[in-house]
Structures are given as C-alpha cells and as structure tokens.
C-alpha cells in the first residue's frame, strides 16, 4: 500500500488548537504523526502541564491498543497537524503493511515495560526515605553519565516526586525539607539539587538488601 | 549479518547492569536467565529455549540488562547488532509482532500492578475525572477543550451519573455563559445519583427473564462455520499464526509479584488430576486460570486449550468445546495440538451428524505430517464419511 493510499484509509487531520483526544476519555485507538506537532499535556491541580512535544513520526496514545483505559493525558494540535490512527481492527493489516512501525511500537514497549516496572520498584519500597530516593535514581538513570553522577540538579517539584512516589505531597515535602536542613539538597520553586547521589544509591541499596529473601 | 557465537559453560553472556545492544537468540546448549522478582525479593532463574530471542527488551529500550545470562553447558547463540536485529523485524513482521504481543501482555500486567497500588480509577472515577477536566478547560476559558470533554462523556457514559451536569454545562458553553458557580460538590453528586441509579437497576432487573443457559440444550448449536483460513482473519491481535520458521517468542518472564500463587504449570497439572478424577467443572476453572497466565508460554497455552476443549466434551458442551478447538487452530496453526484439535472437532461434528464439515476436517488433520497411525485412521474416516454422503 502506498503512503497516499494508507492516508486515505487511516489519516485523519486536526487544525491548530484543536484537541485529537481529552485525559480520561475512553479510547481505542493510537496514532502516527505524518505532519505538524502535537502536545501532550495533564490536569494537575487546576494547572494544565505540558508533557511533552510530539512530532512527524512519533507514537502517541498507544496504550489504547492494550486495553480500553481512560487516555492519561490531551493530546492537542499545535499546528497543523496529520495523522494515521490504528485500531485493533486495522492494526495487524497496518503493521503487516508498515514494518517499520512494528518495530518501532517494539522499541516504544520496551522502554514502557521498563519504566513501569522502575516505577513499580519505588512504589513498593516501604519507606518515605528509600521512596524518594529511588524517584531521584529513576530519573539520573536515564542519564549516560549516571554511574559518575555526584552533584545532580532535577528540572522536578515535589508534586512531581509525590506523584511517582505514590504518595502525598505533605510527606515529601517534610522528608525533602529535613534533607534541606542538613544540607544534602537544595529546594527551588522548578528544580530540586540533589548534593551526592550516592547517599541515596546507598539509601536504596540497603532497604532492597534487607528486603530480600 | 547476525554472527554465530560459541560460549563454554560456566561463562556469562551479559551481568545484570551492564549496557549492551546485542540481541541474542539460543541456538544450542544451555543458557540460564537470572533475575531479580520486581519485589526484589527472590531471584528467578529460567532457562532459555531453542530458539528464544533474549536480550531484546534492553537492547532496544535501550536500558541496562536486566538479568544476568549465564552459560550452563557449551553453548552456540546467534548474535544480532541493534541494527542488524531492526532490518530483521523488517524483513519477519510476524515475529515482530508475535514480540509486540508479548511485551503488551507484560506491560499490561505491570501496568494494571502499578494501577492497584496506586489504586487509581475504576471506569466510574474514570468519568468523574473526564468531567473535571472538562470543568477546568471551561474555567480557564478553554472552551472548545470543555465541550470536547463534555461530548467525550456523553458519548461514552450516556446513563452516567453525571448527565444531567455535563448537559447543563454544555449548554452553558454553547450559551457562552460564564462557569456556573452554583453547581454542587461533584463527588456528592456521582455518590447520590449513584445511590440513586442503583436502586433502579435492582427493580429492573428482578423483572426480567431468566437467562437461557446453552449446557441446558440437548442439541448441538454448532457456530456458523470452522475458523476462518488462518490468513484471513487477521483483525485480532489474539489470533496472530506463530512465527514463519523457527523462531520462537522472548519468554523470560522476569515479572513476579512475590505472591505465593500457583505457576501456571501447576494450574495446568490441577486441571489434569481435576480431569482424571472426573472433576470437569474444577479442571475447567484450572485450565481456565492456567490458560490466563499462559498468554507468554505458547506450548502451554496451547495445551490449555486442547484440554478446556476436551472437557468440554466431556461436560457435552458442544458448543464451547468447538470454540476452544477453533481458537487452537487458529492461534497455533502449526502447534503441537494441531492435529489433535481438528480430530477432536472432527469428532463432534460428526456427532451431531455433519458428515461433510467432520470428513473435510479429517481429511485436513491426515494431511498433517507424520503420516503415522493416527494420520492414517483420520484419512480412513475421512473417506469413510464421504462414502456415506
């Protein structure tokens, strides 16, 4: 099939401003970016936060072909935007037809796999501490130079840690107050520097070792 | 092009932690996957297969290797670089996609683990929320996002216990009125029309009939036809055929609660002794949950299958019984079971005294290699029926 063809079975186009699919609604398809830019963005607290910024030939909304959960996020045209979507219906005809992007949902579940489960690994620690600690790994890990990482500053609020850490903003803020007491970070209104990762390697180490069997 | 390399016993292929691209698959030895459960309480240890992919998640997510790959006896494994693997998924969509429904039934899993400890929306929180996302777009002046919003749920939750809100909101917008500020509390109001729903739900349906149960039927409901040609139905990600060649799936499976709950071998095996002691409804409810946590060990889930399907005849539930003989066949088209399963649904058919349907199914079953006996009598029925036609 040609992309011309394929467009015209599949595509759909959304003008600037205009929303392709609202956080909570049920949904059962996912899309391509063929042209133009789309934001991804989450009510948090009566703000509206911007995600992320896709464009020509990311994936988005691709949870949907798993199962039939709330969308996460909105996602909103910021320009012109054109796009194939995929159902369960046309998804295997679509994959047979676009290797390409068979492989490349493989690539995009395989990193989901692994930050749900990373993520699952910080909920199920059982303390404030560890919890914390581990958000703070989690997000250097991704970072090519984490295994030398010291001094390290985070673009994240602490509605940001409570939120991965599963728990509430009050109990993060008095664990991360009391580190910034005795100095082992600094708290700013858009970013959290944290002084030596390696306190929180070893916090997180130990907990996992007394834990295990 | 993928290179074949040798590994001693007692080697290791990758620790745990480190940063590879390779892809490997197991071509001969012995090869061990140790992990570490996602409690990080106990280590898993799991062998690979003939033919397995492992190291593929990491590689391509492009994250340390999770498990440590140790050699147990002399061992040969073919050796993919990254962009070697990517021109082979390229060229093999079908093991691409045998992968892609793999790693969905284990995101699934990690996903609906990280919902139930967060113990985040049911469909009803689900739509309350949509609701209020709605509200917030109207408020901020976003108001072609709230109708959106407003639409998505009367759409989707037409009896909702918020209709009669999102109705009035939305005309609000289209009036272009500001954001009403007398509306209640929305999480009183879901609870009190919920309350209120509830209690109509329950006088409703005491009226209605009793539902007509099919085991009551002494005949057989056969379905419209024999599954589909194994090409044709492709809709469904659940019926893909297995990979062409000798591929096999990625399998490890490194996810583990730490709950004491059964292997799905040990489900299967219940469902056996269930069977032999003529137990069928408890063997079905093994099989049953056995089949379900099989969905990333295809030989299992196959002989799952098989076997509801066989209980099913014994539980003379014909009709169930062709189902899972059908979704065998068209899920493993080349199985170990394949055969079996077409005699087996040969059998009912001619029961129930479809000679034409059962012969054409065991002339296809003798035509499955080997030609041993029981290829053999499936071609003597076969004729045998054709004769009687």
Known sequence: MTGGGLFNKFGKQYNTGEIIFCEFEPGNSFYLIQTGRVKISKVVKDKEKTMDILSVGDIFGEMAILEEQPRSATATAIEPVTVLHFDRDNFVSMMMSQPQLAFKLLVVFSKRIYDAKRRLMILLLDDIQSKISDVFLMLAEKEPTYAHMREVSFPVTMDDVANWAGTSVDQVSEQLNHWAKVGKVELYSDRIFVRNLADFKRIVAQKRKTEKR | MPITRNYSAGSIVYFAGDIGEDVYVMQKGRISLISTSLDQKDDIKEDVRKGEFFGVKSALGRYPREETAQVLADSQVLVFKLAEFEQFGQKNTRIVLQMLKVFSSQLRRVHKAVREFLGEHGASEASMELVRVGEYYYKAGKTDYALYAFAAYQKNFPAGP???????????????????????????????????????????????????????????????????????????????????????????????????????????????????????????????????????????????????????????????????????????????????????????????????????????????PPQDKEANIALQKANQLKGQK
Do not use: W
């Not at chain 2, 096999?248 to 489900?267: E, R, V």
């Not at chain 2, 080349?334 to 649904?345: H, S």
């Open chain 2, 162 to 368: 918020l209709t009669e809100r999102v109705r009035r909101l939305a005309q609000s917008v289209k009036e272009g009125a500001a954001f009403p500020l007398d509306l209640p509390d929305i999480n009183e109001e879901v609870q009190r029309n919920e309350v209120a729903q509830r209690t109509g739900q329950m006088m409703s349906r005491a009226e209605q009939q009793p539902v007509d149960d099919y085991a009551h039927h002494a005949d057989l409901d056969m379905p419209s036809d024999i599954p589909p040609a194994l090409d044709a139905d492709m809709g469904d990600m659940g019926d893909l055929p297995p990979p062409a060649g000798d591929f096999d799936l990625p399998m490890p499976d490194d996810f583990d609660m730490g709950t004491p709950a059964k292997t799905p071998a040990q489900l299967y095996s219940d469902g056996l002794s269930a069977f032999a002691n003529h137990q069928f409804d408890e063997a079905l409810a093994a099989y049953q949950q056995a089949l379900e946590a099989a969905a990333s060990d295809p030989a299992l889930h196959e002989k799952c299958l098989f076997e509801l399907g066989r209980t099913y005849v014994k539980k003379a539930n014909a009709k169930s019984a062709v189902e899972k003989f059908s979704e065998l066949l068209r899920t493993y088209a080349q199985g170990a079971l394949t055969r079996k399963a077409m005699i087996q649904l040969a059998e009912i058919y001619e029961r129930a005294r479809d000679n034409a349907r059962a012969a054409s199914l065991y002339e296809k079953a003798s035509r499955i």
